[in-house]
T-cell receptor, first 115, second 115 residues
Framework: AQSVSQHNHHVILSEAASLELGCNYS??????LFWYVQYPGQHLQLLLK??????LVKGIKGFEAEFIKSKFSFNLRKPSVQWSDTAEYFC?????????????FGKGTHLIIQP | DTEVTQTPKHLVMGMTNKKSLKCEQH?????MYWYKQKAKKPPELMFV???????INESVPSRFSPECPNSSLLNLHLHALQPEDSALYLC??????????????FGDGTRLSIL
């Protein structure tokens, strides 16, 4: 079955530390990959997306992600985190090649940045 | 602020009540979605509407009845819900493309409590 795995469910970092959140999916066909962030009390916001082209994609707020097809991975990175990055981070995948389809989310990573 | 508006923000209802959740977007998106999010869990897809037609129903119980009156509106009619249906209900919308790669824009959600 198609699934999305996030390896770290809770991450605690200090400000200015580097961040990498892992995401893997299980599907050999066409995928569209996303990272969403959910700040406390706010709606889900798109951080970045990948569907083709350069496997290193840059998003908002200094985040980037790298698609490695051979590893079925789409890890999220940020070189230096800030206290305001405290939030829930979801990796999400559309397992199809076209049309409108729902997102399959990973279980999420709760990130806490300590000042 | 999100461009997808959901009302009400909070709803408390008894198991015998009938109520409706509403979602509206004016971005010209032709795909609209309902997701259910339990506490500390990722969103789970319920329904997808594509060009105002129901295209995906993820085996949702019939006590949830979606409706898409026009391209800007999406409703979720609720009847005879169970306590386990208490959750945050999220609406999302997106453009439709052949590549299926359009990001979904989420509303703030309706927090539903079933007494």
């Amino acid at each position: 079955a198609q699934s999305v795995s996030q390896h770290n469910h809770h991450v605690i970092l200090s400000e200015a530390a580097s961040l990498e959140l892992g995401c893997n999916y299980s599907y050999g066909g066409t995928v569209n990959l996303f990272w969403y962030v959910q700040y406390p009390g706010q709606h889900l916001q798109l951080l970045l997306k990948y569907f083709s082209g350069d496997p290193l994609v840059k998003g908002i707020k200094g985040f980037e992600a790298e698609f490695i097809k051979s590893k079925f991975s789409f890890n999220l990175r940020k070189p230096s985190v800030q206290w305001s990055d405290t939030a829930e981070y979801f990796c999400a995948v559309i397992f199809s090649g076209g049309g409108a389809d729902g997102l399959t989310f990973g279980k999420g990573t709760h990130l806490i940045i300590q000042p | 602020d999100t461009e997808v508006t959901q009302t009400p923000k909070h709803l408390v209802m008894g198991m015998t009540n009938k109520k409706s959740l509403k979602c509206e977007q004016h971005m010209g998106h032709r795909a609209m979605y309902w997701y259910k999010q339990k506490a500390k869990k990722p969103p789970e897809l319920m329904f997808v509407y594509s060009y105002e037609k129901l295209s995906i129903n993820e085996s949702v119980p019939s006590r949830f009845s979606p409706e898409c009156p026009n391209s800007s509106l999406l409703n979720l009619h609720l009847h005879a819900l169970q306590p386990e249906d208490s959750a945050l209900y999220l609406c999302a919308s997106s453009q439709i493309s052949g590549g299926g790669n359009q990001p979904q824009h989420f509303g703030d959600g309706t927090r539903l409590s079933i007494l």
